[in-house]
């Protein structure tokens, strides 16, 4: 399939930009289905304001034993009595099985 340079209107900022053959093969590449709605800088602009808005915190980590090899590690969620958790290396082995 060939590309070819597309101009699309950025919906924040009403400013024209070109949606380059090359932009549109790695989307293709990726599954994505749709145009981007924004240009890049209206792009960077909201992604600077989301970072901002999370302050920088870190997210919440929670002790646990590993199921597996009993090494103490932590986890990005609140472990459930009615599931195993694993370690990084415990939960790739699993993973790959």
Known sequence: MAFEDKTLVCKDCGKEFIWTAGEQE???????????ARCRDCREKRKRAREGASG????????????????????????KNDRPVYC???FQKHRRA
Not at 56 to 70: F, H, L, N, P
């Open 26 to 36: 790695f989307y293709a590449e990726k599954g994505f289905e749709n145009a981007p």
């Open 88 to 90: 990084r290396d415990c």
């Open 56 to 79: 920088g915190e870190q997210r919440q980590m929670y002790k646990v034993i590993c199921a597996d090899c009993g090494k103490e590690t932590e986890v990005p969620f609140e472990p």
